[in-house]
């Protein structure tokens, strides 16, 4: 036990500062994502990660967004197991042929209001993996989606900026 | 020493012929003796590593049937001519498990039967996809729009009192892919488990074969993007191995380097993750400030956190410096200082050793019937190691320290992640210490039709294959890929028997399979 409370001691905060957006209508409207999510969300804006088909690489940076550096939970953003209580749906990789109806059902379950963000450049347009017979592309020609983050994959900053244009 | 060689051999005489000069040497046999060989492959301990076909009608030839065998660093193939009308081949199901899987695959996507498997329910191909779609066969376009039919998967049943079913995906609490996992379970007790994976299945092989040689590299560094460097190096060593193309020798070097910091980074993640499961966040927290900071140094240093894409064709597309040197080093110094006392923390905990150890269990014996590799395979007792067995420069001069351990419980594998860490670490050194200089890339060369390559690189998940074939134009005619996962997957079926559910998540973390490399 007290190796840890040591080392936790030792590592102080490793979290770094909130990831500046350079896009202009962000900065002229001069929205900060963790005052927004207060007030909008009432501090608690909750996600649901959707994987509709990818290579796992987005997955990877989705997780990085929860570790200590990016910690994504201090901007009030976090992650739910089910559909039933996310305000927006993540999803990631182009939509496969077997997982279409899944992610139909998953949209289905997630209650209205709701916000699609599609992540990856798979996500966005189907990418490397085009639309074939397994791919049918991007997230969008199955669900409606309301923000896209491109990347191969987008660096966890790159997400977290994602998240702003839900509010432009 | 080559043992499989002689052993065919000296059982089939001149039934047999190997095919051309290439390498694995290739057997052609006939239909009739597929499975003969094969079990004569058997008894001088071979291990299956893959099996698929190949549709040459297009070369008016009909199927090819191949598998692929190793015994030590002895690969070898084994091929037989199947006829266009009637496609089908006798099955290995009797000699070797994993065959389970690939031919179910087979039969689902290329439409060749293999007579006297015991299971016909398809694989990766769904219920409701149309029957006659065999989307690897040339005759079927890979734009295909298929319109769904009604259908139902014959899923596995146990009955008697008190047994129920627990349905679990293909969309999982985590942040994780897809796939569906039936439990059958008594009380806590699971009594059976049954995988029904394919549902990131995106048509990968078809697409290869829509691809240029060099540009098709990108799409092997996205068969699975947490080994996006091992598979673009074993596709890329593959293509070598037909060009005859000679690699230069820094360029090598920093190939290594960039497996091994893919290598760490991954199993950091997998070790954090797995203690998370047993409720110990502490370590999960750790591990993932260690791994963040690997990938902002890839990131600062390669352009891209997880490499990807620089492995290409002909070499790397990036070289270090001193500067990247010292930091490298200098990051080292800290990762070495920090993983050390956190593992220090694993060993002393004892509510997470109550947890890990005695869970899952993988007994050596099934994880050699099973033929596993990787990670998995080194926790129950198998050397398995391409770096070891197959080592290419730098790894046949450096020497590579791979752990065996014979406990096959979770405790296991993570103890191999933890020697495997601290190992590629020293590898690393190695190579910073003696790093050759000179050029980091060569052109490649043309491929001449109807040639093969092949290629097996140990990624951090285990041993990843590529075996490519030209077409009569020199084109991409069929790329096998065979992702660790293919045959690691049905161990967890087995390892996770007589466990109580709630352990599930932690011993299917220990494994921490692909699911997108499985499925292609």
């Not at chain 1, 690489?57 to 739910?80: K, M, Q, S, W």
């Not at chain 2, 389970?100 to 006297?116: A, D, K, N």
């Not at chain 2, 079927?140 to 349905?167: C, K, N, Q």
């Not at chain 2, 796939?179 to 697409?207: C, D, P, S």
């Amino acid at each position: 036990m007290i190796r840890i409370l040591r080392q936790i001691l030792r590592t102080g905060i490793v979290t770094g500062k909130t990831p500046q957006v350079d896009d202009p209508n962000i900065k002229t409207k001069g929205i900060n994502l963790e005052d927004t999510v207060k007030k909008c969300f009432r501090r608690s804006l909750t996600v649901r990660e959707v994987d509709a088909g990818s290579c796992n690489g987005c997955e990877l940076e989705i997780h990085a967004i929860n570790n200590p550096v990016y910690d994504c939970e201090r901007l009030g953003i976090h992650f739910t197991a089910s559909p039933r209580f996310a305000d927006v749906l993540l999803v990631t990789g182009p939509v496969s042929t077997n997982m279409e109806i899944a992610l139909r059902r998953t949209y289905d379950a997630t209650p209205a209001p709701k916000i699609v963000i599609a992540v990856g450049d798979c996500a966005c347009n189907g990418g490397i993996f085009g639309e074939t017979y397994a791919s049918l592309g991007g997230i969008d020609k199955v669900i409606p989606v309301n923000v896209y983050i491109p990347g191969c994959p987008p660096t966890p900053a790159d997400i977290l900026n994602g998240f702003y244009k839900i509010f432009l | 020493m080559k043992r499989l060689e002689t052993a065919l051999r000296a059982v089939f005489g001149d039934d047999i012929k190997p095919d051309g000069h290439r390498e694995p040497v290739t057997f052609t046999v006939p239909v009739a003796m597929f499975a003969e060989a094969a079990r004569t492959l058997k008894e001088s301990y071979a291990f299956l590593c893959a099996e698929w076909t190949t549709d040459d009608t297009n070369s008016g030839r009909g199927y090819g049937i191949y598998a692929c065998f190793r015994h030590s660093s002895e690969y070898l193939i084994v091929k037989s001519e199947l006829s266009a009308d009637s496609p089908e081949f006798p099955s290995l199901v009797k000699h070797f498990v994993p065959a389970y899987r690939f031919e179910r695959q087979v039969r689902s996507l290329m439409g060749v039967t293999p007579v006297g498997h015991p299971d016909d329910r398809p694989w990766i191909k769904f219920e409701d996809w149309p029957q006659d779609a065999w989307p690897l066969r040339k005759s079927f376009d890979a734009s295909t729009r298929m319109a769904r039919h009604d259908g139902e998967y014959a899923w596995l049943r146990a009955g008697g009192e008190g047994v129920y079913e627990i349905p679990v995906g293909p969309v999982h609490a985590g942040i994780i892919e897809p796939g569906h996992f039936r439990f059958q379970a008594v009380g806590e007790t699971i009594v059976n488990l049954e995988e029904r994976l394919g549902y990131v299945h995106k048509g990968i092989e078809k697409r290869f074969e829509a691809m240029a040689w060099e540009t098709a590299v990108r799409l092997a560094g996205r068969v699975s993007g947490d080994t996006t460097v091992a598979h673009s190096l074993a596709y890329c060593m593959a293509l070598e191995s037909m060009t005859h193309c000679h690699v230069p020798e820094r360029a090598q070097w920093l190939r290594a380097l960039f497996l091994e910091r893919e290598r760490i980074a991954n199993h950091l993640g997998d070790i954090g993750a797995i203690c998370n499961d047993a409720a110990f966040a502490f370590m999960l927290y750790q591990c993932s400030r260690l791994k963040e900071a690997m990938l902002a140094t890839n990131h600062r240093l390669f352009g891209h956190r997880f490499m990807m894409d620089k492995v290409t064709p002909g070499g790397v597309t990036v070289d270090i410096d001193l500067t990247a040197k010292i930091e490298i080093l200098s990051e080292l110094d800290f990762l070495d200082r920090d993983f050390h006392r956190l593992v220090r923390i694993y060993e002393e905990s004892s509510s997470l050793e109550d947890r890990v150890r005695g869970t899952g269990i993988l007994t050596s014996e099934l994880a050699r019937e099973l033929c596993t590799v990787g990670v998995v395979a080194r926790a129950s007792g198998l050397n398995v190691d391409c770096r070891v067995h197959n080592p290419f420069p730098p790894y046949d001069s450096i020497g590579v320290d791979s752990p065996v351990l014979v406990a096959g419980d979770v405790h296991a594998r993570v103890w191999v992640r933890v020697v495997e860490i601290r190992a590629s670490m020293s590898i690393m050194r190695s190579i910073l210490a003696k790093i050759p200089v000179g050029p980091i890339a060569v052109e490649c060369g043309g491929v001449s039709p109807d040639t093969t390559g092949f290629a097996a690189v140990e990624g951090w998940r285990g041993e990843i294959i590529y075996w490519l074939q030209a077409g009569q134009r020199g084109q991409i005619n069929r790329c096998m890929v065979r992702d660790p996962s293919s045959v690691n997957w049905l161990a967890l079926e087995q390892a996770i028997k007589g466990n109580i559910v709630p352990d599930f998540p932690i011993c299917n973390k220990s494994f921490n399979q692909s699911y997108s490399g499985h499925d292609l």
